[in-house]
């Protein structure tokens, strides 16, 4: 007795898969049906290599068309797998040699002044430096570059527009703050500040940068957590003042990122208003928020003091013009955060000789 292909199709008609709920002759999962006196064979397409349903629905086919066709038919099933061929993960930022996260633990100790500053001085040393501003809802850098009415020009790259960084000081820079309205508020839950984040990461022409800094906000939140999911941080300055408050908050910012489940390299402590120096007086030292704060609690943790900024009247001007104080090296400022930069090039090189890169973070529960 001869067996129709019609016969075969409609007894593999009644072999669903269990787990689209549909029958495989409707997914298309029959090919090179060939029958030839009582012997049927064919090919059954699979989507991916470990489909748990392979062997029971091979077994499923073979009893349907001994029940609905023939029982002495001999059935000889070929499995082919035709899935899409897992593509390549795109690499982040590829050509940025080093990712340095600046971090406080508490708002108000300078950080961002710190960032910008220690930006401008490596630019200053020749190298290719960019800023993130990730102070999703506090952006001051636009206004410490004084580029606050400027907005970055886009280009469709593979049809998704790719942000280009303004460029000042021959650094290159990225805020939230350039996309909205300066006296608004941004009024965002946390996934919406979160995806700011990774759209100035991910979708931005950063190009070959020696150093991309990241100005964080202050605290301990999403932010932190979203950029070293995003990115491989290589490491992190802790900035605070010597002041015993900042100092406690500071404590749980190395916290943070020492502990087990990101375990991201601490480069060292900046001390910022270290003292007050008058100008007419650039001997004397007034230590209004308290002395060597910042050394103590860099001993404590065994991590290097990097620097330490006093408290002149030019920082404030500065940061309100968009004139950063690193671009006089004359200056008291100036020199203190030319020192900074050359003291976190030589922490960033003897950490990448001696340390492994670090890794994205994997967090599967939530940090306690």
């Not at 593509?87 to 708002?107: C, D, F, R, T």
């Not at 809802?137 to 303004?166: L, Q």
């Not at 060292?268 to 001997?283: C, I």
Request: net charge neutral.
């Amino acid at each position: 007795m001869a067996y129709s292909e019609e016969q075969i199709l409609n007894a593999l008609r009644r072999v669903k898969h269990p787990e689209k709920s549909e029958d495989i002759v409707s997914l298309k999962m029959i090919e090179d049906l060939k029958i030839k006196g009582n012997e049927i064979s064919f090919s059954l397409v699979f989507l991916k290599s470990q489909d748990p349903f392979v062997n029971s629905i091979k077994k499923t086919c073979i009893k349907a068309i001994s029940t609905y066709v023939d029982k002495k038919a001999g059935v000889s099933i070929n499995t082919v797998i035709r899935g899409k061929a897992p593509q390549e993960k795109k690499e982040i930022l590829p050509g940025v040699k080093n990712i340095v996260a600046i971090a406080s633990g508490k708002g108000g100790v300078g950080k961002s002044t710190v960032a910008v500053n220690l930006a401008v001085s490596l630019a200053k040393m020749n190298h290719k430096v960019g800023l993130i501003d990730a102070d999703i809802f506090g952006p001051s850098i636009p206004r410490m570059f004084d580029v606050v009415n400027i907005r970055p020009k886009v280009h469709p790259i593979n049809g998704v527009d790719i942000i280009i960084p303004v460029e000042k000081y021959n650094v290159k820079l990225l805020s939230i703050g350039f996309f909205i309205n300066p006296d608004d508020a941004l009024v965002w839950r946390g996934p919406m500040a979160t995806s700011a984040l990774k759209q100035l990461i991910n979708q931005a022409d950063w190009g070959e940068l020696d150093y991309l800094l990241v100005d964080l906000p202050p605290g301990t939140s999403d932010i932190h957590l979203t950029l070293v999911q995003e990115v491989p941080v290589t490491g992190v300055i802790i900035v605070s003042t010597p002041q015993e408050i900042a100092l406690a908050d500071a404590i749980k910012g190395i916290s943070m990122f020492t502990g087990d489940k990101i375990n991201v390299p601490i480069l060292g402590l900046v001390e910022n208003m270290a003292w007050f120096t008058p100008a007419e007086l650039p001997d004397n030292r007034y230590y209004i928020f308290g002395k060597e704060g910042c050394e103590t609690l860099a001993k404590q943790y065994n991590v290097p003091l990097l620097g330490q900024i006093p408290i002149v009247q030019s920082i404030c001007e500065g940061g309100d013009n968009g004139i950063p104080s690193a671009l006089d090296e004359g200056s008291i400022v100036g020199k203190a955060f030319l020192e900074l930069g050359e003291k976190v090039i030589v922490q960033l090189d003897a950490r990448n000789k001696l340390k492994p890169p670090t890794k994205k973070v994997e967090i599967k529960h939530h940090i306690k």
